[in-house]
């Protein structure tokens, strides 16, 4: 165990109930983005939590709610970074929690509020592990840290991207550490890699001006057949793609990647038994899901066309509508794709039918050898006494591509104070007081070791 | 011109305002199928009608609303059956009215009432033709008459199918008049053969217990692609139906009907003007979309799936559902169709889609060469002084079958009072008198002639 490790644990095991006192806090007050309710004084609050401790605070204008910049010197040149955000889910249902969301309650060995761990209590371990580092470097960060708490990711951080891209030379750093991470369903620390990219779009069919009477199918068009060929025209059975190009920039898992999606558990059982599910996409099974992960997606969110009551009405749609969405692999641009999806449509000779862009995130993936992720898996299992489990890949997205990318492909990890039950978004968010403390820890030794990667 | 022609057309002449006289008692009285409003006192008003003519009433039992059968004795065996219905479309919206729906108003040339055309107005045009035949003749009637008066045809006549099944010998006649009939939107006198079968039915998929997150779709099921690959499997653009057995029975238009489907006006100008169409089904231009009647077709009613609001929401559906309508040509069997279609889902792989029956009719079609047919046709051009448009096969559904089939593949054929703008099932419904005189000519040239067709 490297020589400042005890002390970093004692310091936490000391000062617990300061933070956990701090987190109350934090979480009695309110800053729900859906609403705005509590948003400025909430942005305060952190402000005034970071520069208590030193760090210089910096709020660069944006079109939404504060961000929060704090930046502390280290005795490195290098630097890292936190991403946070202030901002929760609304708490609706009231009458579904137990105590009320805003008002911080510890029973049973957790804290529970709106926010508890998603993301005020992360945001909290990170300062205790801030603290801790100081403490046990006679009061020096061994390297630059910043802080960038935002006010809007539970509403999609929709000026996260173009804030990061303004600002780079502000957050310019050599790694971050996400939000999220902690025990997963297994109790395992886990490690996410990677998160795929997204686009979303609307397509649309007008073929006439009204609907018809379906005694004529024969002759006028149909807006549902229109819709239902052009996005057959999509995805076969197989779930392959078939827009041109379309797998041309999609990277196949390395020799690294699959053999951490080899150490993944089959999730075929419980996906079974939880969703009862029959059979599954392209009627992949056991292991084979995890490792599909690397195959991007279409995917149908909703189609409307025409009748939807009981019974039946003789009539043949004038208008129909669907929204899809592609989950994309590392290094599928969305952009691209879009652009691609235009031309095949165009080709295809569906040119009747009006393509829109609902919303895209880019893909982004660390290495699994990359050496914050060596440090990240090396001192989870040290704290949680168990190696951690690697997720090369996750089949959602993350606005992490928005720091990876334009701050020169730097490395993105997350460690924190989750655990499977904790009910994010849910009535009765909590986070255990134990997954907080072994959090700090091993957000600590990341930040206390982090200048000696370079 | 008949010997009896002249009498008929005086008896008419004389006796036109005692028709319209009837015609706006029945009309005041509500007869609304849909709430039920009237339907008993609408019931006795047209038995009343039929008895003070000497016509031998039978009120079989049913299930629905009363269905008045009214028997008269003619010179010859042959039988003539009058289709009609004494129920009413709901006057709704009653703001749109310029005269209220139940205060019959004559004005420039028309009475105007719901119900004064569709089907109280032609009704009466048969009671007409049926008093100025009996008077042409002496008193007698040349050939036997039977009027079936239904209460339900605005509700999709569920029950008389079931009825003239039971009641095959009190209804057992040589040839039918169906409702409808008159001017066509070319203002000449109209034919219509036949009529398309239908059958319609619900698909639903099932394919998890709840949505999924759409950064799952590399695995988990969709419901929404599962059932676009179901129903893509139905058809191809090109219109052709790929079930296996679909075309067995459906019959190729005869050289007769080809011919008369050539001399129908092409339709498409009108269709692109009045609907915006751009393109038409498998690209049909010109005559060809008439002929394609004699194509059956497979229509989307509509579709139902997942996310169906603004924005995006990355949700994979676990449910979706469609219902689908095919309309049939003669001899298709929607019974054998429903079968061929299951057997298709299951040979295909789509045995997670669940089928369900919403309606059927089957096909009629006399040939154009039918004594009856002729009749009518000659009958129009004196009546009307234009040879008549006759359509060996219209696009749409009707319980004719219920009665050719079982009655022994009797012709049915239309005869009427209807030009193409009398609104039917709308605001200002209404009949104008020439059209109603020259219906009840004309349907008294059929029933004065029929026994002659032997």
Redesign the interface.
């Known amino acids: 165990m490297k020589p400042n490790t005890n002390n970093i644990d004692n310091f936490l095991q000391q000062h617990l109930d300061d933070y956990i006192a701090e987190l109350v806090t934090l979480c009695a007050q309110p800053s729900v983005s859906a609403t705005g309710a509590g948003i400025p004084d909430c942005a305060d609050l952190v402000e005034n939590m970071l520069s208590v401790r030193g760090l210089q605070i910096q709020r660069p204008k944006t079109a939404g709610n504060p961000i929060i910049v704090g930046r502390a010197a280290g005795l490195s040149e290098r630097t890292l970074l936190f991403y946070n955000h202030y901002d929760v889910q609304p708490p609706e249902p009231l009458n579904l929690w137990t105590s009320p969301p805003f008002e911080p309650t510890i029973r049973d060995g957790a804290l529970y509020a709106r926010g508890a761990e998603d993301d005020k209590g992360e945001f909290v371990a990170r300062l205790a592990a801030f603290d801790a580092v100081k403490a046990a470097n006679n009061g020096q960060l061994p390297c630059n840290v910043i802080f960038v708490v935002e006010g809007e990711e539970e509403v999609g951080s929709p000026y996260i991207a173009e804030f990061v891209r303004n600002h780079s030379d502000m957050l310019a750093c050599d790694g971050s550490v996400w939000e999220g991470g902690g025990l997963n369903a297994d109790d395992r620390p886990g490690l996410v890699l990677g998160y795929?990219g997204?686009l979303?779009v609307g397509l649309a069919v007008q073929?006439?001006?009204?609907d018809?009477?379906?005694?004529?199918?024969?002759?006028?068009?149909?807006a549902?057949?229109r819709l239902?060929?052009a996005?057959?025209s999509l995805?076969?059975?197989d779930?392959r793609l078939r827009i041109r190009g379309f797998y041309d920039r999609a990277l196949k898992p390395s020799a690294l990647d699959a053999s951490l999606l080899e150490k993944l558990p089959d999730?075929e059982a419980k996906?079974r038994r939880q969703?009862?599910?029959?059979?599954?996409?392209a009627g992949?099974q056991g292991k084979a899901?995890n490792r599909?992960?690397f195959?991007p997606?279409?995917?149908?969110?909703?189609?409307?066309?025409?009748?939807?009551g009981d019974?039946?009405?003789?009539?043949?749609?004038?208008r129909?509508?669907a929204?899809l969405?592609f989950?994309l692999v590392p290094d599928q641009d969305p952009d691209e794709i879009f652009a691609l999806l235009q031309a095949h449509l165009a080709s295809e000779g569906f040119s009747?039918v009006q393509l829109s862009r609902?919303?895209a995130m880019w893909p982004a993936k660390v290495a699994p050898d990359d050496p914050l992720v060596l440090l990240t898996a090396e001192t989870a299992e040290e704290v949680y006494g168990l190696p951690a489990s690697i997720d090369p890949l996750?089949?959602?997205?993350s606005p992490v591509y928005a720091f990876a990318k334009p701050l020169g492909d730097i490395p993105v990890i997350s460690a924190g104070t989750g655990y499977s039950d904790n009910r994010i978004h849910a009535p009765d968010e909590h986070v255990r007081l134990s997954d907080f403390m072994n959090g700090a820890r091993h957000l600590a030794r990341i930040l206390d070791r982090f200048a000696s990667l370079a």
Not at 275 to 281: P, Q, T
Not at 394 to 397: E, L, N, Y
């Open positions: 795929r997204i979303a073929s006439m001006n009204r018809g009477h379906s005694g004529g199918a024969h002759a006028l068009p149909s549902a057949w239902l060929w996005i057959n995805k076969g059975p779930e999730p996906l969703l009862e599910v029959d059979a599954f996409a992949r899901i599909a992960v195959e997606t279409c995917n149908i969110q909703g189609i409307t066309t025409g009748y939807q019974g039946m009405k003789t009539v043949i749609p004038s129909a509508e929204k969405d989950r009747d609902l919303g996750v089949g959602g997205s």
